[in-house]
């Protein structure tokens, strides 16, 4: 694809999600529909960090725990100590990234196999480490978490206060799709930049990348300590929305879905884990109709995804280019 269509595609995405799907709840007068799309870019920006784990070779199933600690440590923030949330945001991604670098340096020189065996754990020792800690408040969790206050530059408004808004939905859409667009930029440009090459050479043959001179530890806590970061920006703009959090707010569910959300969209895709947030959503939302056939349809219809589409969703334009 050229610069152009690629320019083109970007600013045809934001002009859908930014104009046209505000229109459209608006006529429809569907205004709950704000929630549901912001809980899907949040989701998505999460899921990237995911898809990033993957793209060195590695299988990450404990995003949900960065989501929590996120989360927390931007309601802590807010509620005990009155930082402003948009400040707590970038604060939370770096308390996230800290401690991500902390655990990933004795457990990501393990071998692939045990990395995603340690990460399955992470989402409960932090649920249980939010349950045990009397800053988190227990089981009762944060609760009555103020709307995020206005930010201002030079005297000029940049973010209203939600306090004042008619309808803080809205704001909360636009902000986190802006974020989203962001993140899945910057990963973008990684991806594609040398460093990117690096992460590509770890997925393909990591002794092969070590021996020529590739610091293939350095590499991998660098690009988990990103993936953490995004899971933290995530959890933080949730207890934004929500205005409370619990232990229960993310679980391992949550993490297996962020996973499951880079297989569906499709692994060598940058931008897999936003359709694939989208489809798991809506999808698990729509099947439930089928009352107790839900998870048995929902996951018979993702194995057979998988193995018809082992690249995801997005391999399909690949498949119709060869088929022409």
Same mark, same amino acid.
């Given at each position: 694809m050229s610069s152009t269509s690629k320019l083109f595609s970007a600013l045809a995405f934001l002009l859908v999600t930014l104009v046209a799907v505000p229109w459209l709840i608006t006529v429809t007068r569907r205004l709950d529909l704000y929630y549901t799309l912001t809980s899907v870019a949040l989701l998505a920006i999460a899921s990237g960090g995911v898809w990033l784990t993957f793209y060195i070779g590695r299988i990450n199933i404990g995003q949900a725990a960065f989501a929590l600690m996120g989360g927390y440590v931007s309601a802590i923030l807010v509620?005990?100590?009155?930082?402003?949330?948009?400040?707590?945001?970038?604060?939370a991604g770096l308390f996230c990234a800290v401690a991500s670098i902390l655990i990933g340096l004795p457990i990501l020189r393990l071998r692939g196999v045990? &990395?995603?065996?340690?990460?399955?754990?992470?989402?409960?020792?932090?649920?249980?480490l939010a349950?045990?800690?009397?800053?988190?408040?227990?089981?009762?969790?944060?609760?009555?978490?103020?709307?995020?206050?206005?930010?201002?530059?030079?005297?000029?408004?940049?973010i209203p206060d939600f306090a004042t808004l008619a309808n803080p939905r809205l704001t909360f859409y636009l902000i986190s799709v802006v974020l989203m667009v962001i993140c899945y930029a910057g990963l973008y440009r990684l991806v594609?930049?040398?460093?990117?090459?690096?992460?590509?050479?770890?997925?393909?043959?990591?002794?092969?990348?070590? @021996?020529?001179?590739?610091?293939?530890?350095?590499?991998?806590?660098?690009?988990?300590?990103?993936? @953490?970061?995004?899971?933290?920006?995530?959890?933080?703009? &949730?207890v934004a929305i929500s205005q409370s959090i619990y232990p229960s707010s993310f679980t391992i569910t949550d993490s297996i879905n962020f996973m499951l959300n880079c297989f569906l969209g499709g692994l060598g895709y940058v931008f897999g884990p936003i359709l694939g947030t989208f489809l798991l959503y809506f999808g698990w939302d729509l099947l439930f109709q089928t009352g107790r056939l839900q998870l048995l349809i929902f996951s018979s219809v993702l194995i057979a995804l998988m193995l018809i589409l082992p690249n995801g969703l997005l391999?399909?334009?690949? &498949?119709?280019? @060869?088929?022409g």
């Open positions: 509620v005990t100590y009155g930082v402003p949330f948009w400040l707590t945001l970038p604060l045990y &990395f995603a065996m340690v990460t399955l754990v992470l989402t409960e020792v932090a649920r249980l349950l045990a800690l009397p800053v988190t408040n227990g089981a009762k969790g944060l609760v009555n978490i103020p709307l995020p206050g206005s930010t201002t530059l030079f005297g000029v408004t940049l594609h930049s040398r460093v990117g090459r690096l992460c590509l050479s770890l997925q393909q043959n990591e002794e092969l990348a070590s @021996s020529i001179g590739v610091n293939v530890a350095y590499l991998r806590v660098v690009i988990y300590a990103v993936s @953490s970061l995004l899971g933290g920006l995530g959890g933080a703009m &949730f391999s399909l334009r690949l &498949f119709r280019r @060869s088929k």
